[in-house]
């Protein structure tokens, strides 16, 4: 397959709420998508970095830049090309794991699409459908909380994930938990803690959670160990695990017991694929994290939780949960869980009307 040129779309997404966590408040997405043009099929890739570089090093910006200015440029030299390769042409470039996610996905995209084989079975999946969970962000208060949990009970989210953050952890969770004292329920501190909090995040094991996510910073893997050894609460890791072998390492060193894979976090679907094999050889089990996709991202990850180590509900919802018009046909939640696509590539329709009202601006970068 031949990369003749690509098309970088950036487009704003209002959320239909604002979802706050400890690194800020979103309100909108500013969006990079990506369509591979090759001489067999186009395919469509999406960029998941924020705005601002507070989640990780990369951001929206940085990553269409080192995508016009590094990334493309070795891509077009490359005389075939294939999503397997993509990785290795890039990797003289160093990190910009959201920048390669998203070209390699619009490659991979392109190239199953010709070849009319869906993602969920090149990637290796084994579902039909894969069970959903929410991510519930920070609120003003604990009533409002309760409030917006029960509003996604009663849709049929079948577990919630709770976003905490130093002076809003035990009591907003006690809360919940007492209101919902069998609901599945996760809470997620992006990194907002340090080992000296230890004895106070120990008060949470009293409420019976799935697990505790990234509680300690991306690099501190021995903290995470620790820590792990004193919680009766398994730890998750998020922003620490950026390859197979960074989550080799941390499984290695009792810093997790559960991992959440983000393929824009790791480079890729084909290293997410990669993570997920590591995880699966050790009895780690995985689940799929969210990046407030569109339904191109959506599809991807949908096909990604399908495989058979990811054992515990995601956070995919549905695409109302985030956008009252998506630019793709939503995804709606049946019985707590979304269909996996079964038409070619990411096996979704694009909305073209949708995509122009919430496009700003188009630029095409051809094959020199």
């Known amino acids: 397959m031949r990369l003749e040129a690509v098309e970088l779309r950036r487009i704003r997404m209002p959320l239909v709420a604002p979802f706050r966590t400890s690194y800020g408040t979103e309100t909108m997405r500013d969006v990079l998508l990506v369509r591979a043009v090759t001489d067999q099929c186009d395919g469509r890739g999406e960029c998941c970095a924020p705005s601002e570089p507070l989640y990780s090093s990369e951001y929206v910006d940085g990553c269409e830049d080192v995508l016009r200015r590094h990334l493309l440029p070795r891509l077009f030299a490359a005389p075939a090309l294939t999503a397997a390769a993509v990785a290795e042409v890039l990797r003289p470039v160093q990190g910009h794991r959201m920048a390669k996610a998203a070209i390699e996905m619009a490659v991979l995209d ?199 180590n990811f054992t515990l509900p995601g956070d995919m919802s549905a695409s109302d949960r985030y956008y009252r018009r998506d630019v793709t046909e939503p995804f709606v939640l049946r019985d707590g869980r979304l269909g996996v696509p079964t038409g070619p590539g990411l096996g979704v329709e694009v909305d073209e009307v949708a995509l122009r009202e919430v496009t700003m601006r188009v630029d095409v970068v051809d094959r020199p």
Request: hydrophobic letters at 45%; glycine letters at 10%.
């Open 110 to 308: 392109a190239e199953l699409t010709a070849r009319r084989e869906p993602f969920a079975r090149h990637l290796g999946g084994v579902r039909d459908a894969v069970a959903c969970g929410v991510a519930v962000g920070i609120q003003e208060s604990v009533p409002r909380l309760l409030e917006v949990v029960q509003g996604y009970v009663d849709e049929g989210y079948g577990r919630v994930k709770l976003k905490i953050e130093p002076g809003w952890d035990v009591g907003p969770v006690r809360a919940v938990r007492e209101r919902f004292p069998d609901l599945p329920l996760q809470v997620d501190a992006n990194a907002a803690y340090t080992p000296a909090d230890a004895r106070h995040l120990a008060r949470l094991d009293e409420f019976d959670l799935l697990l505790i996510e990234q509680p300690l910073a991306e690099d501190d893997l021995r903290g995470h160990a620790s820590l792990a050894a004193r919680l009766a609460t398994p730890v998750c890791l998020d922003e620490s695990i950026v390859s197979a072998r960074s989550a080799a390492d941390a499984i290695a060193m009792g810093a997790c017991s559960i991992v959440c894979v983000k393929p824009a976090r790791v480079g890729g679907y084909l290293e997410a694929r990669r993570v997920h094999d590591v995880c699966q050889a050790n009895g780690v089990p995985v689940w799929c994290g969210g990046m407030l996709e569109t339904g191109l991202g959506r599809a991807g990850n949908v096909a990604l939780a399908a495989l058979p």
